[in-house]
Nanobody, 120 residues
Framework: QVQLVESGGGSVQAGGSLRLSCAAS????????FGWFRQAPGKSREGVAA???????IYADSLKGRFTISKDNAKNTLFLQMNSLKPEDTAMYYC??????????????WGQGTQVTVSS
């Protein structure tokens, strides 16, 4: 059974940083594509970043330079380092996975989410 469990969310003031984690289990971590998404109240879900099995990354243009996606294959864990946070980054953050080596834009597995709240 595939499980994705996010952690690391919380409340932070603008300009602060948070590091989200996503622990994965139930399938081959190192040969999969992973992504981070977020959804703010009243808004549609948007992609934040994705990482291929070989470590290649892609980011939403608006977040480049502030957010960094990474993974630890030995620990089956995905990360999202978020710096210089802004109030508009407030959202529920989700990790997602697809058991393919190269990200193709669709994800079959999702975590339950972790809330990030940024105050001004």
């Amino acid at each position: 059974q595939v499980q994705l469990v996010e952690s690391g969310g919380g409340s932070v003031q603008a300009g602060g940083s948070l590091r989200l984690s996503c622990a994965a289990s139930g399938y081959t971590f190192r040969s999969s594509c992973f992504g981070w998404f977020r959804q703010a109240p009243g808004k549609s879900r948007e992609g934040v970043a994705a990482i291929d099995s070989d470590g290649s990354t892609i980011y939403a243009d608006s977040l480049k330079g502030r957010f960094t996606i990474s993974k630890d294959n030995a620990k089956n864990t995905l990360f999202l380092q978020m710096n210089s946070l802004k109030p508009e980054d407030t959202a529920m953050y989700y990790c997602a996975a697809d058991p393919v080596e190269e990200c193709g834009g669709s994800f079959g597995y999702w975590g339950q989410g972790t809330q990030v709240t940024v105050s001004s």
